[in-house]
């Protein structure tokens, strides 16, 4: 238990001093988007998108047309993801990907 107490922490003070949230126990759910379970057609996904990621997982996510306005320019900085309604709709798509 202690040992993922740090690993809790470390992003949390980065997190408050650059959009003002705090961060709270939330399950699964990570500050980035687009990290947790979710389900698929057919059963449930595991899925980490990592920061340096984002230009491969947009391009994933248009293979089915499903990338939307996630191909602006706003969406490559990380602190803007990391909104929460932003974050919501990074999720919401992926949600809809992982049924198609």
Known sequence: ???????????SVPVYEKTGQITIREGDR???PA??????????????????????F???????????????EKWKNPWFRQRPENSQKID???RAFCKV
Not at 35 to 48: L, S, V
Not at 58 to 72: C, I, P, R, S, Y
Request: charged share 30%; proline share 4%; net charge negative.
């Open 35 to 56: 990290n947790g379970i979710f389900p698929c057609r057919d059963g449930f996904i595991d899925f980490r998108l990592r920061l340096q990621r984002w230009d491969d």
């Open 92 to 94: 919401n798509t992926f």
């Open 1 to 11: 238990m202690h040992a993922s107490v740090p690993v809790n922490l470390m992003i």
């Open 58 to 72: 947009v391009k994933w996510l248009d293979t089915e047309g499903m990338a939307g306005e996630l191909k602006e």
């Open 30 to 32: 990570h500050t980035d």
